[in-house]
């Protein structure tokens, strides 16, 4: 048996073979922080950082995660941009915000004064039903205010 | 004291009379302008909770025990099932029971659209359960399916009777007009695509049944279920704290609730039935398309004469029309009007309400149609609309309770005058220009809601009432509107809402009506409670109640005198400040409604036919606004979705089978953040001094309706050529273009010879 490390707490990964990153995220270690609004890969709901990477959960098999370190929202509930996001009211129903605020935690990372195209590209592959793209916008580019 | 009156409910333009008991609301409006806290920008006061992923949403819950539910679903648009057996599907493992259309009247045998549900498996697991659909043994019939709305009204397959509407003599109206314009127009079916899909849990106390569901109208959920199952309705408890999205397709319980609790109560467990992205894009509705026959006639001042629609709406298998002639009735000042509308029957999925039904569609044929009128008596399109201004409605011939659209427009003149300037950035094939378009809307909310206000020793205050926040901001909104009437920091304001067990009754989240419905109930509920604090205050210090107000959480005394709101209240120990309140009616007599402008600046590559959106302008007059942070994210997230409306989203039918070819997030295209242009919100609010003691106006859906109309008059504007179906796409871009070098070519033609 293999073990999952989750927000840098080691866990017994005893998963079915075929099951996904986000499903034992969410059901068996019940960090329901990560969600699920497509499942096939689509939307970034479900992004989690793997070694930093931004990747979607909900196409990952836990089995292929490996030694790579899961980072999920609730690793990142201390990060500037949690605050950023509701300072900037870049969320309205709030079901996208935790993969955004992956996705950006791993921009900034990478580039900590990101320009207005980097954050446009960085970001788009989470989609925002709501519509709160500009306040997401100017999250990401204020985070460190 | 409460009093039984008669008045009018309007949700979404749908008014119906009925008797009402109301609290008198002696509460008298505020001033306009900020106040201490209404009126002035808040963060969303449950922002961390959802941003750090703590909150929890329906789709998050796990109950001990709970079975997951997969749907057998129909492959065929139309068909009949002749052979079902759940035989083997039962005995697989881990599933704990079926249903079929014996069991459960929302399953059917004659599905009349793709998705339809057919059957039902609970199992331990939702792979154990879809695993067991496999196991079906199912025959079917394939039925030849009507698709084509046109031709569903030639035979008769209607929704229910077309309606009609007239006033004035259009007949009369063409004769007295200098110009006729006659034109058709097409829009697209929109999909919802909320983020959380449509889910219930259901879980049997005894005999009451808990129904945790993603819901726009916990109330509603609350009836329609109780109705459903034959309980009394307090036998039914629905809870939403957190949900991720509506946009009007979650005002109902839906199939997915009743198939929960039924195989809650074979199982004995809590139950989950929550629908997959492909099942939510088949069956939870969707804005359906239109085709729109149009036909204006004016004066050649400009002044309409006549306005006629024929409009033919692709409805579904069940659903309603949208009031796609709405605008057409409404929005200028036209004597003669006559307008149809048919709902064809076809077999596609189900229409449900999507922000601003009807409107959205019918403003986009009826603003293209006024520019076209424009361009064709040479007058400034903005011109023409102030021209034809309505002062008073004319459907109802009541005056309007408060109408700011020619401040919108004076505050939209200085983006509108910028035409020749835009224009003339024009360089080889990118062709720039600027449109607009007016909206108008319904918004006024209306009773009954209740809120209730407990204030404790430590002078915090805690708002309960059984309302949902879908994402609008609305809890913020209820915590600022407290906190303003108790003279609060907003911090030692908490709301509680989602629960119909723990509070009273409140509005349902659609047709722009939560803050016009709840707000008003929750300044009453507050000022309620405010009154007993200054009445214990006047007795402990001596003071006539009269000159004793509440603010920056002092107690303030007109003659001297100040002392902490905590000081007044340490002196109940555990006893409690309880205040209530209700929403007052609207007012008689008068039509409640929002107005606005939006003006688009686009870029159009007249080669390759893509079209750049730059910037748009929305003027909204919603009455008073209560947080403009979280007003200017509404009206953002309107114009974006607008914005997918006016391009990208289509869902996709094959034309001979009705399967919808577009079920997943990537096939159907929705704005991503790359796609979003400079979006300038300016709000007029000004309190409507006839409703309510707020004088607010909803705001969820007016910001959505002119979008589209605008960025197709920015289009003809920049090229000259008229844009007539939704989506915009390359093909229609196009094609328009090449009309409008047709057109020129011919109108060139005699003075060439």
């Known amino acids: 048996m293999s073990d999952l490390i989750v927000n840098g707490q080691r866990y017994a990964l005893d998963a079915q073979v075929g099951r996904s990153l986000a499903s034992v995220l969410r059901e068996d270690i019940g960090l329901i922080g990560t969600k699920i609004a497509c499942n096939e890969g689509h939307c970034g709901a479900c992004t989690v950082l793997l070694d930093g990477v931004p990747t979607l959960s909900c196409i990952t098999l836990v089995h292929t995660v490996g030694e790579r370190e899961v980072t999920t929202i609730e690793g990142l509930r201390d990060h500037p941009l949690v605050e950023s996001f509701v300072r900037a009211d870049a969320l309205q129903c709030g079901f996208c915000t935790p993969g955004q605020i992956v996705s950006a935690s791993a921009l900034v990372e990478a580039n900590p004064h990101p320009s207005r195209e980097e954050v446009r590209h960085a970001m788009a592959g989470n989609i925002c039903r709501c519509g709160a793209y500009p306040k997401i916008e100017e999250a990401v580019l204020t985070w460190q205010d | ?753």
């Open chain 2, 1 to 753: 004291m409460a009093r039984l009156i008669r008045t009018e409910k309007e949700v979404e333009g749908n008014y119906t009379e009925q008797w009402i008991v109301v609290d008198e609301d002696p509460v008298a409006q505020w001033p306009s302008g900020p106040l201490e806290i209404v009126g002035r920008p808040l963060a969303r006061v449950d922002g961390a909770e959802r941003a750090r992923g703590e909150a929890v949403y329906t789709a998050d819950l796990q109950l001990p025990g709970m079975l997951h539910v997969a749907v057998l679903r129909s492959p065929h648009a139309h068909a009949r099932v002749t052979q079902l057996d759940l035989a083997r599907a039962s005995e697989a493992p881990g599933v704990r029971a079926v249903l079929t259309p014996d069991d459960l009247d929302v399953l059917t045998r004659e599905p009349g659209y793709p998705g339809a549900a057919i059957a039902a498996v609970a199992a331990d697991t939702y792979d154990l359960a879809a695993e067991a659909l496999e196991l079906a043994d199912i025959e079917w019939e394939v039925l030849q399916p009507l698709l084509d709305p046109d031709e569903a009204v030639q035979q008769g397959s209607l929704i229910d009777e077309p309606e009609r509407y007239d006033r004035g003599n259009v007949e009369q109206g063409f004769a007295e007009a200098d110009v006729v314009v006659e034109t058709e127009y097409r829009t697209q079916t929109v999909l919802h695509n909320s983020m959380e899909t449509h889910q219930s849990v259901c879980q049997w106390e005894g005999d009451l049944l808990n129904v945790y569901t993603s819901t726009q109208y916990i109330w509603g959920v609350r009836a329609e279920t109780a109705a459903k199952l034959g309980l009394p309705e307090d036998k039914v408890r629905v809870v939403c704290h957190y949900m991720g999205g509506g946009f009007g397709a979650k005002n109902h319980p839906g199939e997915y609730t009743f198939i929960a609790a039924e195989l809650a109560k074979r199982t004995g467990r809590p139950v989950r039935c929550a629908l997959t992205r492909r099942e939510e894009n088949l069956t939870t509705g969707n804005r359906h398309a239109t085709i729109q026959r149009l036909k204006v006639g004016a004066k050649a001042d400009g002044t309409l004469t006549a306005l006629v629609g024929d409009f033919v709406m692709a409805v579904g298998w069940r659903g309603f029309k949208s009031w796609t002639a709405g605008p057409m009735k409404m929005l200028y000042h036209c004597p003669n009007v006559s307008t149809v509308e048919y709902g064809a029957k076809v077999n596609t999925g189900p229409n449900a309400a999507f922000r601003a039904p009807g409107f959205v569609e019918g403003t986009f044929g009826l603003e293209c149609l006024l520019d076209e009128l424009a361009a064709k008596l040479e007058i400034d399109p903005l011109e023409l609309r102030r021209r034809n201004h309505s002062d008073s409605d004319l459907v109802d011939d009541r005056p309007y309770s408060s109408k700011n659209l020619i401040e919108c427009y004076r505050r939209a003149e200085p983006h509108w005058e910028k035409r020749d300037e835009v224009r003339a950035r024009s360089n080889g094939p990118w062709k720039h220009g600027i449109g607009m378009a007016s909206q108008i809307w319904f918004g006024a909310g209306g009773p009954p809601s209740y809120a209730w206000v407990r204030v404790g020793s430590d002078g915090r205050a805690l708002v309960v009432t059984a309302m949902q926040d879908i994402g609008t901001g609305t809890k913020t909104a209820m915590a600022q509107i407290a906190a303003e009437e108790l003279g609060l920091p907003v911090d030692r304001v908490q709301v509680s809402i989602g629960d119909s067990a723990r509070g009273p009754y409140a509005a349902i989240s659609a047709g722009s009506s939560t803050t016009p419905s709840m707000g008003p109930a929750v300044r009453a509920a507050a000022h309620d409670a405010a009154r007993q604090i200054i009445e214990i205050a006047a007795q402990r210090y001596h003071k006539e109640e009269r000159v004793l107000s509440l603010k920056g959480g002092n107690v303030v005394s007109a003659d001297g005198g100040s002392w902490p709101i905590e000081e007044v209240t340490g002196l109940l120990d555990d006893a409690q400040i309880l205040g209530k309140g209700a929403r007052g009616p609207n007012p008689t007599g008068m039509r409640v409604l929002t107005f606005g402008v939006q003006v688009a600046e686009v870029a159009v590559d007249v080669e390759t036919g893509e079209v750049r959106v730059d910037k748009i302008v929305a003027v909204h007059d919603v009455g008073r606004v209560i947080n403009p942070l979280g007003a200017s994210s509404q009206v953002e997230g309107g114009v974006i979705q607008g914005l997918g409306h006016t391009f990208s989203e289509d869902r996709l039918l094959d034309p001979n089978t009705g399967a919808v070819l577009n079920q997943t997030l990537d096939a159907y295209k929705m704005p991503t953040i790359a796609d979003v242009p400079e979006i300038v919100t300016d709000l007029i609010d000004v309190p409507d001094e006839h409703l309510t003691n707020l004088g607010s106006k909803g705001l969820g859906e007016p910001p959505i309706i002119p979008t589209s109309a605008a960025v197709a008059n920015a289009i003809r504007d920049a090229t000259g050529a008229d844009v007539r179906s939704l989506p915009i796409s390359r093909e229609e871009m196009l094609r328009a273009l090449a009309e409008a070098k047709e057109k020129e070519k011919t109108r060139e033609a005699p003075t060439a010879v």
